[in-house]
DNA sequence: TTTGTAACAGACTTAACGGTCTGTGAGCCT
DNA sequence: AGGCTCACAGACCGTTAAGTCTGTTACAAA
């Protein structure tokens, strides 16, 4: 059982080297060789434990870039405030690691979602199911709110998630390069603006 | 003077499939040879009218990507009406073409700056440029509907410009694929609401 | 008509990449 | 101890890319 615990770390390694290359680089821009000789390892290895490079993307998308996903913007929404300011909370804080990282790249979701949304990759379809699970969680939490009288019944929550996620995909893209800490201010001015607007309000009662 | 029309229409040619191309497979997935196959054109002719492949996108960006984003994008926001119903036609409108386009691959300046954040190329900056007189037009835009008195002198218009253009670029990302009506329409319902919202306190349905 | 030059054609070079294949040494099983 | 398997090494292969170089042809000025 050595061998096992062997071959798990190595295969770790590769996928926490790889997704680290292929977020700075590009997938296409970065080749099988430019991962292995980081770790000094050779293509044997490599082609030992992974059947191909897409494969090898797959398993990342599903042992790391999941849970970082997760992680950063699922489940930070789960708080005990109201709705409305665990989502501020949640992206004001997944953008500030954006921030005050200096070798920030964007978004990893929405980077390889406009890398593999041109042809037929069968990837894409695991990049959209993690998105998928932050936009339902983001429903269902609006949803709540707007049951526990935080949020108006006004408001379209699946609408409303698709608008927040478009706009955060957006913003990471802007952020990428220069003036991070400028356009993380003005988005979250506005997103607060736009989510507070939803907010129940007493003097808006229909 | 015959040769020098010859010229430029060839290079017209090659830069309209070109752009064709590496919007719908991206930059790096575009070889030379896909684009003058199309054209049944020859590596000689290509390099006798362009010294290398940046070279040649950088003409395509400065000789039709600027102008299609100002077609799209800019050049509508000047209209009759007062700011806010131009910024949600002109939007609405760039959906629509998206929308019924069966080939659609994304807002072609989010694709390219995807694709060229990663690295040290000189490209993303004529790509930056462009996003930048959109802003800036957006920004005199919002201002102007403030003095105007159509817009709440509340309105930090440098942040709406940017969380527009954001929402903007992430939609478009997320519509790619399937879906495509149902994004727009959702979207587009809450960019109303926001802008509504910024409108000067008059009664406004919605 | 001659001659020079612009507009191409296309074979060739060089390098990189994904993937294969054969080999090798260390450790576990019997 | 002897064999066997697993983790890995690295040479090798086929393909494809950007870019070069040597033509060849058509037209325009002289």
């Given at each position: 059982m050595e061998k096992n615990r062997k071959r798990m770390e190595t295969m770790h390694r590769m996928r926490a080297k790889g997704l680290e290359l292929f977020y700075q680089k590009g997938y296409h821009a970065t080749s099988i060789d430019d991962i292995l000789k980081e770790l000094s390892l050779s293509k044997g290895a490599f082609y030992h434990h992974f059947k191909s490079k897409d494969d090898f993307f797959i398993s990342i998308i599903q042992n790391i870039i999941m849970q970082k996903v997760y992680a950063l913007l699922?489940?930070?929404?789960?708080?005990?405030?109201?709705?409305i300011p665990s989502i501020i909370d949640t992206i004001d804080n997944a953008l500030k690691t954006a921030e005050h990282n200096g070798m920030d790249c964007g978004f990893i979701l929405a980077n390889f979602l406009n890398e593999f949304n041109k042809g037929d990759n069968e990837i894409i379809q695991y990049l959209r199911d993690i998105l998928k699970v932050w936009e339902i969680n983001l429903i269902s939490l609006l949803k709540k709110g707007r049951t526990d009288g935080h949020i108006s019944w006004s408001v379209n929550c699946e609408e409303a998630a698709t608008y927040i996620i478009a706009s955060y995909m957006g913003i990471r893209t802007m952020m990428v390069g220069n003036n991070a800490k400028i356009m993380k201010y003005q988005y979250m001015q506005q997103l607060k603006a736009y989510l507070y607007a939803m907010e129940q309000r007493e003097e808006r009662a229909y």
């Open positions: 699922v489940a930070p929404l789960t708080q005990d405030k109201s709705p």
